[in-house]
């Protein structure tokens, strides 16, 4: 676990869909966009070609892997690829890419080259844990010969470049697996980052009924720097949607700190190509931005999706060309997006000395590391005053002022101060 990356802030692109820059050549012409608004990691999902058997939609899930060994021709080609990451280290942006090591299609290379890689049913056919993932088989790593190739095809990414892996569903892969993963790769490049798609404890639940075994988070983190807040994500929901309230989630984000290591790091987000955009949860801009200021403020890296910037309600379909429109950008929420990212740069953000406080139910305020940065968010209708009690200058982020000695004032929309 590296706490070097907790104030990481990513972009995740799903290429297909990503507007007119949809390749890895035409990619590289976004990098400059994406690096004016601050970002430390492009995320990149699933780059590699995807498999026609039982595929769903017309062109098929990306989390359907036919060979993890090459690259899905719609965006190029291995040298392609190689340059686009070039590119976005010439731009200062780390390359993460996404890893689906729990199942391949089923027309697959590996299961046309070794089909006792995989589960069977009792009539010995190859099956997937997860009864709609239809398109999908799961690999045994019971069988120990599987370990030897999927490391393989990791250390051969980091030799192309690659820093960082988003594994998909981590927790359905032995840990055990990824320490050793995590070990050879770290002899190609040490400040690998590792993010894990860590899941509902519904998802576990529903595993476990079926006889499956699902790491819970604290034993993922055992080989993963960062995991999804997934473990939360249900209290997340509910909180957009009103059903219950700021101080039920907030206290579900402060139990995190009692049940994990001490530096762990959880990736927070308003939206990801699984979930709901924000523009369509949320009735009001300002409520995104709330939503939006919460993600960056909560302890650890921060995810935004792309097409977020915009004002589209509708989530990309994963199985068809259904592009971004990025014509309807909107610009006072790409500076924020830039101001925060910019903002969580500041090692103050590495700590893990956060406090969370809650004002007359609606109001919270979030302290780092005595007060070097302290920001309030109004979650209610009405203007709530506080005390902040704060010596000294300091500079508010959102709207370039400066303020000295910071008594009481009445908060309506976020407010974030830095110590000067």
Request: hydrophobic fraction near 35%; charged fraction near 30%; include cysteine.
């Amino acid at each position: 676990m590296n706490s070097e990356f907790r104030n990481l802030s990513i972009y995740s692109i799903y290429i297909r869909n990503h507007g007119d820059k949809n390749t890895f050549e035409k990619l590289k012409g976004d990098l400059k966009r994406i690096r004016s608004m601050n970002f430390d990691v492009v995320w990149l999902l699933p780059i590699h070609p995807i498999g026609s058997a039982n595929k769903k939609g017309e062109l098929g899930c990306p989390y359907s892997i036919k060979d993890f060994g090459d690259v899905n021709p719609e965006y190029g080609d291995i040298d392609s690829f190689k340059s686009f990451v070039d590119a976005a280290h010439e731009e200062g942006i780390k390359v993460m890419i996404d890893v689906v090591y729990n199942h391949t299609s089923y027309d697959s290379r590996l299961f046309n080259e070794h089909p006792e890689y995989f589960i069977k049913d009792i009539n010995g056919k190859p099956f997937c844990k997860v009864g709609d993932w239809s398109d999908v088989i799961d690999l045994d790593y019971d069988n120990k010969d599987v370990w030897r190739p999927m490391i393989g095809y990791l250390k051969k990414w980091s030799m192309l470049g690659v820093d960082g892996y988003r594994c998909d569903v981590a927790s359905l892969v032995p840990v055990e697996f990824w320490k050793i993963a995590r070990e050879e790769v770290a002899k190609i490049n040490p400040n690998t980052m590792w993010l894990a798609e860590s899941v509902h404890k519904e998802f576990i639940e529903e595993m476990a009924e079926k006889g499956f075994k699902v790491y819970d988070d604290k034993e993922v983190y055992g080989a993963f720097d960062i995991l999804y807040d997934y473990d939360i994500r249900s209290q997340y929901e509910a909180f957009v949607k009103g059903e219950i309230s700021l101080r039920d989630y907030i206290d579900a984000v402060k139990n995190q700190d009692e049940i994990y290591p001490e530096d762990y790091i959880k990736l927070r987000f308003i939206e990801n190509h699984d979930q709901k955009r924000m523009s369509a949860c949320a009735d009001s801009m300002e409520k995104k931005v709330n939503f939006t200021v919460l993600s960056y403020m909560l302890k650890g890296a921060t995810l935004v999706y792309a097409g977020q910037e915009t004002s589209d309600i509708h989530t990309p379909n994963l199985f068809e060309l259904d592009s971004v429109n990025f014509d309807r950008m909107i610009p006072e929420y790409v500076k924020l997006i830039g101001k925060l990212n910019l903002l969580v740069e500041d090692e103050v953000f590495k700590t893990k000395n956060v406090n969370y406080e809650i004002i007359e139910d609606n109001l919270l305020v979030v302290r780092y590391e005595d007060d070097k940065v302290v920001s309030a968010i109004n979650f209610g209708e009405k203007e709530i005053e506080y005390d902040f009690n704060l010596k000294g200058e300091y500079e508010e982020i959102l709207e370039d002022s400066i303020f000295a000695d910071v008594d009481k004032l009445k908060i309506i929309k976020p407010i974030i101060m830095r110590r000067r």
